[in-house]
């Protein structure tokens, strides 16, 4: 089975900060790649998907990137709401999570 | 407007089976692309993939949990039927269904665009 292992496990970020947390995948999966946020107590919201696509809705300063084995999402500038974690996926494996916390 | 929604036990006993449904509206698992899959998460731990059904009623497994797991589909209740036998305490989590769409889908993989609210159960005697 395919691993992914994301990096930082923890962030501490300031609002407007730029903010980058990166996805390696232990083999090749092109660019099929998703990246969730989830709240406490919430589902998660899918975010970007095949790596670098927009989902509708999702404001524009988050961005998707990579493909093959590494991956990154970035916050361009963080705000209030985006604290919070994000996982990737590929499939029917996901990461072990990023929790975004403010500094 | 796509919703779905979990239901079932709150609390189930060790060896006991779990039957989870997930009631959606607003698309059809007869959709060609369509699936619904079920994902768990243990409280303060990281999700993980249970089980998908496709459109065609192809099923798929977690590899590790793929004796006890069971997902099935009534397509005329649009429900997704879920079961797992001989629980154990390890098996509390969050269990959340998700829709794939079709333009999140193929071969190459897929992707989750609405989830459920997700059902807590606890696995205790």
């Known amino acids: 089975d395919i691993q992914m292992t994301q990096s930082p496990s923890t962030l501490s970020a300031s609002v407007g900060d730029r903010v980058t947390i990166t996805c390696r995948a232990s083999q090749s999966i092109s660019s099929w790649l998703a990246w969730y946020q989830q709240k406490p107590g919430k589902a998660p919201k899918l975010l970007i998907y095949?790596?670098?696509s927009l989902e509708s809705g999702v404001p524009s300063r988050f961005s998707g990137s990579g493909s093959g084995t590494e991956f990154t999402l970035t916050i361009s500038s963080l705000q209030p709401d985006d604290f919070a974690t994000y996982y990737c996926q590929q499939s029917w494996t996901f990461g072990q999570g990023t929790k975004v916390e403010i500094k | 407007q796509v919703t779905l929604r979990e239901s079932g036990p709150a609390l189930v006993k060790p060896t006991q089976t779990l039957t989870l449904t997930c009631t959606f509206s607003g698309f059809s698992l007869s959709t060609s692309g369509m699936c619904v899959s079920w994902i768990r998460q243990p409280p303060g731990k990281a999700l993980e993939w249970l089980a998908r059904i496709d459109w065609d009623d192809d099923k798929y497994y977690s590899t590790s949990l793929k004796t006890r797991l069971t997902i099935s589909k009534d397509t005329s209740k649009n429900q997704v039927v879920l079961t797992m036998t001989n629980m154990d305490p390890v098996d509390t989590a969050t269990y959340y269904c998700a829709r794939i769409h079709p333009r999140l889908y193929d071969s190459s993989g897929y992707y989750y665009d609405y989830w459920g609210q997700g059902t807590l159960v606890t696995v205790s005697s």
């Open positions: 095949k790596a670098s």
